[in-house]
C-alpha cells in the first residue's frame, strides 16, 4: 500500500497541471451540487417546522353574541382532524402583532384592537397535515354559525412545496450534468497520463509486472483527487455559509417584505451539512471518479493489459 501511494503521489507530482485542474473541476462540481442540497434540506426543514405549526385561523363575526364563543369553540372542538382549539382574543392578537414588527412603532401606533376581530387557532392532528384535508376543514369551520373568515395559508404552502420540487429537479439534473463533466474530465487527466507512460508501462509488462500494479496508481490518484476536491468543496461551502450567518446577511435583507416574514420564522436556524451527509458525498464522489478511472484505464490500455 506504502508503495502504491508513492508511486500514485509521484505521478501526480510529474503531472501537477493536469491533476490540479481535475482536481479544481472536481471540487466546483461538488460545490454546486452540495450547495443545491444545502439549500434543499433547509427547505425540508422549514417545510417541517410549518407543518408541525400549521394552524387554521378562523375569525370571529364582530357582531356575533360573546355568549356564542364557548358554542363555537364546542363545534371546533368536536371536528375529527383537530387535535386542539385556542381562543385569541383581540387583545392577545395585538401583543402577538407588537413582538413581530416591535422595530416599526409607528404602524403600530396606528392599529386599534377594536378592528381586530377575536379569532380561533385550530392546529390539526398529524394525519390531517396536508393540503386537501386543510381545504375540507377550513369549508367546514366557514360553515359554523359566528365564524366570518379563515385562513391558513394554502398558497404559501403550496408555493413552498412547489420551491422544493423545483430544487430538488435542479439537484438531480445538475448532478446528472456535473456527474458527466466530472467523469470526462478525470477520463482525459488518465488519457494524458497514460500516453505519457505507455513506454513505462510496456517495459513493466516485459517485466512481468500485473495488470494491478499498472492500473493501481491510476486508480489511486482518481481517489486522491475525489477526496481532495471534495474536501476544498466543503471547506469553501462552509465558509459562505459561516459568512452569511455570523454577518447576519439574512437579518439586513429587506426586499419584498422579506425581512417580516424572517421575523416572524426568527427561531428556524439555517443548518450545514451533517457529518452523514458529508460522508455520502465523499462516498459518492469517490465512487464516481474511481469508476470513470477504471472504465477509461480498461479502454486505453486494452492491448497492454492481459
Given at each position: 500500500m506504502a508503495s502504491l501511494i508513492h508511486r500514485s503521489l509521484t505521478g501526480i507530482i510529474t503531472h501537477p497541471v493536469n491533476h490540479f485542474i481535475t482536481i479544481i473541476v472536481v471540487s466546483l462540481n461538488i460545490f454546486i451540487a452540495s450547495f443545491f442540497y444545502l439549500i434543499y434540506i433547509n427547505l425540508n426543514?422549514?417545510?417541517?417546522?410549518?407543518?408541525?405549526?400549521?394552524?387554521?385561523?378562523?375569525?370571529?363575526?364582530?357582531?356575533?353574541?360573546?355568549?356564542?364563543?364557548?358554542?363555537?369553540?364546542?363545534?371546533?372542538?368536536?371536528?375529527?382532524?383537530?387535535?386542539?382549539?385556542?381562543y385569541i382574543s383581540p387583545e392577545k392578537a395585538l401583543n402577538?402583532?407588537?413582538?413581530?414588527?416591535?422595530?416599526?412603532?409607528e404602524i403600530l401606533k396606528e392599529i386599534n384592537p377594536d378592528f381586530i376581530p377575536p379569532s380561533f387557532e385550530i392546529k390539526l392532528k398529524k394525519w390531517a397535515l396536508n393540503t386537501d384535508n386543510s381545504q375540507q376543514l377550513a369549508r367546514k369551520i366557514n360553515d359554523i354559525e359566528g365564524i366570518s373568515d379563515v385562513r391558513y395559508g394554502k398558497s404559501w404552502i403550496e408555493s413552498l412545496s412547489k420551491i422544493i420540487i423545483t430544487f430538488r429537479t435542479i439537484g438531480i439534473i445538475g448532478g446528472i450534468i456535473l456527474f458527466l463533466s466530472?467523469?470526462?474530465?478525470?477520463?482525459?487527466t488518465i488519457r494524458i497520463n497514460i500516453s505519457s507512460k505507455i513506454k513505462e508501462i510496456e517495459i513493466m509488462k516485459l517485466l512481468g509486472a500485473t495488470n494491478s500494479y499498472i492500473i493501481g496508481p491510476f486508480i489511486m490518484q482518481a481517489a486522491i483527487q475525489s477526496v481532495t476536491g471534495s474536501s476544498i468543496a466543503?471547506?469553501?461551502?462552509?465558509?459562505?455559509?459561516?459568512?452569511?450567518?455570523?454577518?447576519?446577511?439574512?437579518?439586513?435583507?429587506?426586499?419584498?417584505?422579506?425581512?417580516?416574514?424572517?421575523?416572524?420564522?426568527?427561531?428556524?436556524?439555517?443548518?450545514?451539512?451533517?457529518?452523514?451527509?458529508?460522508?455520502?458525498?465523499?462516498?459518492?464522489?469517490?465512487?464516481?471518479?474511481?469508476?470513470?478511472?477504471?472504465?477509461?484505464?480498461?479502454?486505453h490500455l486494452r492491448g497492454y493489459l492481459d
Open positions: 426543514s422549514l417545510s417541517s417546522y410549518l407543518q408541525s405549526s400549521f394552524k387554521i385561523i378562523a375569525f370571529v363575526k364582530k357582531d356575533a353574541d360573546p355568549d356564542a364563543i364557548p358554542q363555537i369553540y364546542k363545534k371546533l372542538s368536536q371536528l375529527n382532524s383537530v387535535q386542539s382549539v385556542a402577538r402583532l407588537k413582538l413581530i414588527i416591535k422595530d416599526d412603532k466530472a467523469s470526462f474530465l478525470i477520463s482525459l466543503i471547506l469553501i461551502l462552509y465558509g459562505v455559509y459561516w459568512s452569511l450567518i455570523n454577518n447576519n446577511v439574512f437579518s439586513k435583507i429587506n426586499f419584498l417584505n422579506l425581512n417580516l416574514f424572517l421575523k416572524v420564522f426568527d427561531n428556524i436556524s439555517i443548518i450545514f451539512l451533517a457529518p452523514k451527509d458529508m460522508l455520502i458525498i465523499f462516498m459518492i464522489s469517490a465512487m464516481i471518479s474511481i469508476l470513470t478511472a477504471y472504465i477509461a484505464i480498461n479502454r
